[in-house]
């Protein structure tokens, strides 16, 4: 049996930061006294990885137990919106901001526009946690949708719009989004000419988006497909998806034992492929076992 590992999967430099700076910090501090809010990247076998390390994981109403003389708070990829930051300075609480720098641009623009006066449209899920990040940097004064129908019965035609999205969303659909709104705000006359146009930026994380194409050669040149990734993942969904269209057999695992060998009948060749927060010593783990399974 020839298994491969996708040469484009493995961590993007988002995540490689992130992942930086926890392990300086626990360098640091002696794996001891370092706390991050919520999943640090979603995926398990990593947030295991690093709490083998010392790193403990919380919510944000467990800040009453960091001891602002000898604790640090790590702010995961995802970010935070500002009120976090407001209660950990006021509490004394030493703060490492490890949120992905894609994910910091795309705050900054959501307060410039919420700033003007924008109707604030954000393709992505309301409670995942990078949106919800977002929604503080706007007052939460933002309409969050998940698809074109939602989006037409809930954005006001009257006001000035500006459409964004989550980092990690399936770009087809956020243009899919988009030309459904310009298609519906032409119908509208304004007495300003200027606001009867929808502004749009494209803020899905281009590592994700440029895999595309390597990602659907990889599958079509593969009898099966093994996507690892976390299920809280929402990239690994989008990719996922993707994967399975090149390739309909493609399976999604979180760990090695959630694989069905039969999955593999009559099969010479096996790729093994994963989200942007899958990591490669994970996905070389899993090659290695299956490696001797299939010598076995």
């Known amino acids: 049996m020839i298994i491969n590992i996708d040469s484009s999967s493995g961590f993007c430099w988002g995540v490689v930061k992130t992942i930086d700076i926890v392990e300086n910090v626990l360098l640091e501090k002696n794996g001891e006294n370092v706390y991050v809010l919520g999943e640090v990247i979603h995926n398990p076998k990593e947030i295991e990885r690093l709490e083998s390390k ?10 009453n137990i ?5 604790d640090t708070l790590i702010v995961r990829a995802h970010g ?43 393709y992505g899920k309301k409670e995942h946690p ?12 933002c309409i969050v949708i998940y698809s074109v129908d939602e989006a037409l019965e809930k954005v006001d035609f009257t006001k000035k719009s500006v459409l964004l999205s989550q980092t990690t969303v399936d770009k087809s659909i ?31 994380c281009k590592y ?26 929402s990239n690994g969904k989008s990719l996922f998806k993707l994967c399975s269209s090149a390739n309909s057999k493609t399976f999604f695992v979180e760990d090695y034992n959630e694989i069905d060998f039969s999955w593999f009948d009559n099969c ?12 490669q ?16």
């Open 54 to 63: 010392g790193l403990k994981t919380i919510s944000i109403n467990q800040l």
């Open 66 to 70: 960091i001891d602002k003389e000898k």
């Open 80 to 122: 935070e919106p500002p009120s976090t930051f407001i209660t950990a300075k006021e509490a004394g609480i030493n703060v490492v901001d490890a949120t992905c720098p894609l994910v910091i641009a795309l705050q900054k623009r959501v307060k410039k526009f919420f700033d003007e006066s924008y109707q604030i449209i954000i």
């Open 130 to 141: 990078e949106v919800i990040g977002l929604r503080g940097f706007c007052n939460d004064k």
């Open 174 to 204: 956020l243009y899919s989004i988009k030309d459904a709104l310009e298609a519906k705000i032409s119908d509208f006359q304004f007495q300003n000419p200027d606001q009867n146009k929808l502004l749009f930026r494209d803020t899905v």
């Open 208 to 233: 994700v988006y440029d895999r595309e194409d390597s990602l659907k050669e990889f599958a079509r040149n593969h009898n099966a497909i093994l996507f690892v990734a976390g299920r809280h993942s």
């Open 268 to 279: 010479q060749n096996i790729g093994i492929s994963g989200a942007t927060s899958t990591p």
């Open 281 to 296: 010593w994970f996905m070389e783990e899993i090659r290695a076992k299956l490696l001797r399974h299939f010598e076995n």
